[in-house]
């Protein structure tokens, strides 16, 4: 039975899999109080283009850096804020929204990454981030030489 249940886990952490197989992050190390923002990444032929949701948080409460010449870090030190009522007498019957935590995903950029040409815009609680991609190298020439 215990077999079964590792097929179906397996089968539905593939995705993920993958993610970490084309894009491995670091999120993980060392960062037991830290959250994880949730991330699509989107490879076109000019772009890898990063989407993260992180509602609740204000652009100024996010960082974006590129560590280590290809580590791309995405990290947030704000707190979302509790709405307080100015009635008297009000309150919370229940809170299941968690307060942010410290957010923070790595993503080891690939090689032909422009590290230099990155932006980033935030917009209604999501995260975009574009990395540019540096253009193929040229293609070296072959010369025949004559032999003598």
Same mark, same amino acid.
């Given at each position: 039975?215990? /077999?079964?249940v590792d097929a179906v886990n397996q089968l539905l952490n593939f995705? *993920?899999? @993958? *993610? #970490? +197989? $084309?894009f491995p992050s670091r999120?993980? *190390?060392?960062s037991e109080n830290r959250g994880s923002i949730p991330v699509d990444i989107l &490879?076109?032929? #000019?772009d890898y283009i990063f989407y993260m949701d992180v509602p609740g948080l204000s652009k100024s409460d996010i960082q974006v850096? $590129? *560590? &280590?010449? %290809?580590t791309l870090v995405i990290r947030s030190n704000g707190k979302r804020k509790r709405e307080e009522s100015e009635e008297e007498g009000c309150k919370y019957v229940r809170m299941?929204?968690?307060?942010?935590?410290k957010l923070m995903r790595k993503f080891r950029l690939p090689d032909n990454s %422009?590290?230099?040409? @990155? /932006?980033?815009?935030?917009? %209604?609680?999501v995260l975009t981030? /574009?990395?540019?991609? +540096?253009?193929?190298?040229?293609?070296? #020439? /072959?010369v025949e030489v004559a032999i003598s």
């Amino acid at each position: 039975m215990s /077999t079964v249940v590792d097929a179906v886990n397996q089968l539905l952490n593939f995705p *993920e899999s @993958i *993610e #970490k +197989l $084309v894009f491995p992050s670091r999120s993980n *190390e060392g960062s037991e109080n830290r959250g994880s923002i949730p991330v699509d990444i989107l &490879d076109t032929q #000019k772009d890898y283009i990063f989407y993260m949701d992180v509602p609740g948080l204000s652009k100024s409460d996010i960082q974006v850096t $590129v *560590e &280590d010449e %290809n580590t791309l870090v995405i990290r947030s030190n704000g707190k979302r804020k509790r709405e307080e009522s100015e009635e008297e007498g009000c309150k919370y019957v229940r809170m299941e929204r968690k307060p942010t935590h410290k957010l923070m995903r790595k993503f080891r950029l690939p090689d032909n990454s %422009n590290v230099s040409a @990155i /932006t980033a815009k935030y917009e %209604n609680g999501v995260l975009t981030v /574009t990395v540019e991609k +540096l253009p193929p190298p040229p293609k070296s #020439k /072959t010369v025949e030489v004559a032999i003598s």
